[in-house]
């Protein structure tokens, strides 16, 4: 199953729902069936440092989004 993971809309300083899909990251390599999909995680500059450690096995697709409507 092909998977895509959103963090468009998580700016910089992300609280919530961005620390919840951020952590989902680092949880989904721990369950037995994740080399089983394929995850594409889209992602602006914003955000990148916060997900450079993340499992290789996701496809990252990075947009430049300078504007908060762009990232909506």
């Known amino acids: 199953m092909r998977i895509?993971?959103?963090?468009?809309?998580i700016p910089k300083q992300y609280g919530g729902s961005g620390r919840y899909a951020l952590n989902l990251?680092?949880?989904?390599?721990?369950?037995p069936d994740f080399?089983?999909?394929?995850?594409?995680v889209y992602y602006s500059n914003q955000i990148?440092?916060?997900?450079?450690?993340?499992?290789?096995?996701?496809?990252?697709?990075?947009f430049n989004l300078?504007?908060?409507?762009?990232?909506i």
């Open 4 to 9: 895509g993971l959103n963090l468009l809309p």
């Open 25 to 31: 990251l680092k949880a989904f390599p721990e369950n």
């Open 35 to 40: 080399k089983k999909h394929e995850f594409f």
């Open 48 to 62: 990148h440092d916060y997900i450079k450690d993340i499992d290789p096995a996701f496809k990252l697709r990075r």
């Open 66 to 71: 300078r504007s908060i409507p762009q990232r």
